[in-house]
């Protein structure tokens, strides 16, 4: 996996637990309800593709924020220091992974469903809690990750 290329893209050097798992799992569904997304996933239809979520996502509120519409409390990419979405829910929640403002913080994770949860944790104590059953209902599936999409 290329991520010099995607974290150039993307002006953010994404952390390491989250960039090991996507390159070992790639694209899929973790739990029955959140699709991970890869930066190689195909475009359009036939896969998870990592940029596709981004381009959806900021021009989603982009237009929320131009529309009068609820602002975020935290800001999302392509922002400075923007929360950068990875994940969708089956219900169409989306899952962010929020950098740190100071430098020894680490990276925690956030979902929008239409109010905003944060949790204090990196992305794979995220999904430890999530499999412990210590996350909100967001996953409430059977354990287990399933490959979903093509990879190019």
Do not use: C
């Amino acid at each position: 996996m290329d991520w010099v290329r995607v974290e150039a893209q993307l002006g953010v050097n994404l952390p390491d637990d989250y960039k090991a798992f996507v390159s070992a799992y790639g694209s899929g569904e973790f739990m029955e309800t959140l699709m991970l997304f890869h930066p190689r996933g195909r475009a359009g239809g036939e896969g998870l593709n990592l940029f596709d979520l981004w381009r959806s996502t900021s021009e989603t509120y982009e237009h929320l924020s131009r529309s009068g519409g609820d602002v975020p409390p935290i800001p999302v990419y392509p922002d400075p220091f923007g929360a950068v979405p990875i994940a969708r829910s089956i219900s169409g929640n989306v899952l962010f992974l929020v950098p740190p403002r100071n430098a020894g913080e680490v990276w925690s994770v956030a979902m929008d469903m239409g109010e905003w949860l944060l949790f204090e944790a990196g992305f794979t104590d995220f999904l430890w809690e999530a499999l412990q059953g210590g996350v909100h209902p967001v996953l409430d599936g059977e354990i287990g990750f399933e490959q979903i999409g093509v990879l190019d």
